[in-house]
């Protein structure tokens, strides 16, 4: 019964390999959301979907591509790894309403992927 | 991007108050939330202000100043489970690509002693 669920939880590679985070929200949620968080736990936003359409594309190298099958899945992959890539990589979801707030936007969030580049 | 200002980190002990404070600059404020996110573990939601005021979800208060651009998160009868980062995030109204677009302070790292 769990709300956002992620897999791996932990990935550990070399450099210059490619790999993917599989990301699965039960919630019915219509938008996903991938984030980056680095060795300092800043929480930056990479990419987010609405039913299925990229909605935001932040200035990420375009070794990462985001893919969302359907509105419940927003997989990234990721290639040519890096050693700065190492970081714990979060999905999350949320149900926003266009030109409203309020806590129907709440982001929950998956538990994370622990990627380490050596 | 947005300047969402906390601090580092905070220290308390077991059955105390503590208000962990943020600031922000933007534009187009849209709300502002606060997550508690474990060592280790997801960031889980808090609490959400839009308009000015105190938000009272049991031993969690959130207030909110627009005006000021500052909120505070108000935590009382502190237990040891309360040790962890507390991040403040702002939303900002938009279109297209900046809807539902949250924006996340650097967290400040409470440790509650015995």
């Known amino acids: 019964d769990t709300a956002v669920s992620q897999t791996p939880k932990y990935l550990v590679t070399q450099m210059g390999n490619d790999k993917s985070i599989k990301c699965e929200q039960n919630?019915?949620?219509?938008?996903m959301y991938w984030y980056k968080q680095d060795s300092k736990k800043f929480l930056k936003i990479m990419f987010s979907?609405?039913?299925?359409?990229?909605?935001i594309n932040e200035t990420v190298p375009n070794r990462f591509s985001p893919k969302s099958p359907d509105k419940a899945h927003l997989n990234l992959h990721i290639n040519s790894l890096e050693l700065g890539d190492s970081a714990v990589y979060f999905c999350?979801?949320?149900?926003?309403?266009?030109?409203?707030?309020?806590?129907?936007?709440?982001?929950?969030f998956g538990p994370g992927t622990r990627l380490t580049v050596l | 991007g947005q300047n969402i200002d906390q601090p580092t980190e905070m220290t308390a002990t077991e059955g105390a108050i503590v208000q962990i404070n943020c600031t922000y600059q933007?534009?187009?404020?849209?709300?502002l939330f606060w997550y508690q996110q474990h060592a280790g573990e997801a960031p889980t939601f808090l609490s959400y202000n839009v308009l000015d005021g105190l938000e009272e979800k049991g031993r969690f208060s959130s207030f909110l100043s627009r005006s000021k651009g500052y909120s505070y998160l108000l935590l009382k009868e502190l237990k040891m489970k309360d040790s962890a980062s507390y991040l403040c995030?702002?939303?900002?109204?938009?279109?297209?690509?900046?809807?539902?677009?949250?924006?996340f302070g650097r967290g400040t790292q409470l440790t509650v002693w015995p």
């Open positions: 919630l019915g949620h219509d938008t």
């Open positions: 979907y609405n039913n299925k359409e990229l909605i």
């Open positions: 999350a979801s949320s149900r926003p309403r266009l030109g409203a707030g309020g806590p129907t936007d709440t982001q929950y």
């Open positions: 995030a702002v939303r900002r109204l938009g279109r297209g690509s900046t809807l539902g677009r949250l924006y």
């Open positions: 933007t534009s187009g404020f849209n709300g």
